[in-house]
């Protein structure tokens, strides 16, 4: 599968942007797909995963409350809702995908067979 990423850009603290992630090929529902970001001069970290179905997701502990994932499975497209965003929040967003199980919420990056090219966000006065 190939994933497109979008809708990064610069936001004031405290706002709101929405990720999405277009999926090309067959079978995206097979997949479970997932967020992580990267800052300048850090490691690659988890932060949102969903299931195939959508139903189950998990967050890293400094987004939850405040990003949400989902995904539409007709449009073969995976979001990430990130709302009352904080400098630290800044980064490189990456989506990716891993064929799994059904019930299956892959939270560790090793684990993801494809990856997007990135989309960058800032949160900045």
């Known amino acids: 599968v190939q994933l497109q990423a979008s809708g990064g850009g610069l936001v004031q603290p405290g706002g709101s942007l929405r990720l999405s992630c277009a999926a090309s090929?067959?079978?995206?529902?097979?997949?479970?797909m997932g967020w992580f970001r990267q800052a300048s001069g850090k490691e690659r970290e988890f932060v949102a995963a969903?299931?195939?179905?959508?139903?189950?997701?998990d967050y890293t502990d400094s987004v939850k409350g405040r990003f949400t994932i989902s995904r539409d499975n007709n449009k073969n497209t995976v979001y990430l809702q990130m709302n009352s965003l904080k400098p630290e929040d800044t980064g490189v967003y990456y989506c990716?995908?891993?064929?799994?199980?059904?019930?299956?919420?892959?939270?560790?990056?090793?684990?993801?067979?494809?990856w997007g090219q990135g989309t960058q966000v800032t949160v900045s006065s």
């Open positions: 990716a995908a891993k064929k799994a199980i059904f019930s299956h919420v892959p939270i560790d990056y090793r684990e993801y067979d494809s």
């Open positions: 090929g067959r079978s995206f529902s097979s997949y479970a």
């Open positions: 969903t299931n195939r179905g959508g139903g189950f997701t």
